[in-house]
């Protein structure tokens, strides 16, 4: 059984017949600037107890609004550093960071994009990652990346 609080709060009633259990599941919208805002029906990213959920991000510069295309090392170091941008509205960095999903049009970009990603990480301590070839971005851009990371 679920509850909604008068201030958002989601709380979970868990119950059996020995024990009761409250459960309270908090949300919280993480939102910068120094990201580009979401196009969508979507948030930048959603704090859920320790856990940031980011998503995806493409390669919109956050000044300008223009998608930054040029070649696939600077689309993909934008991409890196909207996602260090909302990491640190987080108050985390990348060794926060314990899941990544990336999205690419064309495997033989993955090279390039490879070298960029990994010049985030420590490569010992690098999350968890899959990386998927699509039929197509929004905006049609080449890559967009995104991330679970834990405090």
Known sequence: MFLVTSNGIKEALQT?????????IMKKIIFTEKA????GPYNQAVLSGNTLYASG???INPSSGELVTENINDETKQVMENIAAILE???MTFENVVKATIFIMDMNNFGAINTIYGSYFNEKTAPARETVQVACL??????EISIIAVQ
């Open 89 to 91: 509205a987080a108050n």
């Open 57 to 59: 991000q493409i390669a």
């Open 16 to 24: 059996d017949n020995l024990h009761s259990i409250k459960i309270i």
């Open 36 to 39: 580009p805002a979401p196009i």
């Open 138 to 143: 929004p905006k049609n851009v080449n890559v």
